[in-house]
């Protein structure tokens, strides 16, 4: 069973998907230097494992700090994830908050046209 475990840096979050634990989540600052490196093995885990592992199961995303290439990259995380969802796969996500506004801006730039349900917590 392939199980992603990445330390959270400085510049880039901590990102675990572990299906003998059932924990799906990433935390922390996302501004690495090349988004999309950092993030592609985790796309092709989802593409790859997400229908087997991801059903009935929610990906939590507390991040904290995200710069205008991260925020792509996290949009196509969001749009895998949605793909499954259509497939059938019951997969929802928990997007932690620190103010309304935030959340709209989440709300704007990420949530529109998805189907996955998204469930939105403000941060404690």
Do not use: C
């Not at 475990?5 to 572990?18: C, G, H, L, R, Y």
């Amino acid at each position: 069973m392939e199980t992603i475990n990445i330390k959270a840096t400085d510049v880039s979050p901590e990102v675990i998907f572990d299906p003998a634990g059932k924990k799906y989540s990433i935390s922390g600052w996302s501004r690495p230097e090349s988004p999309s490196k950092f993030y592609d093995p985790l796309i092709k885990w989802i593409e790859t494992y997400g229908e087997k592992h991801l059903n009935n199961a929610t990906v939590y995303f507390k991040i904290d700090y995200f710069n205008t290439p991260s925020a792509r990259v996290l949009r196509e995380i969001l749009d895998q994830l949605d793909k499954l969802h259509a497939k059938g796969v019951k997969v929802s996500v928990n997007w932690y908050y620190d103010d309304d506004s935030s959340k709209e801006e989440f709300e704007y730039e990420f949530a529109q046209g998805l189907k996955l349900p998204i469930h939105f917590l403000e941060k404690k």
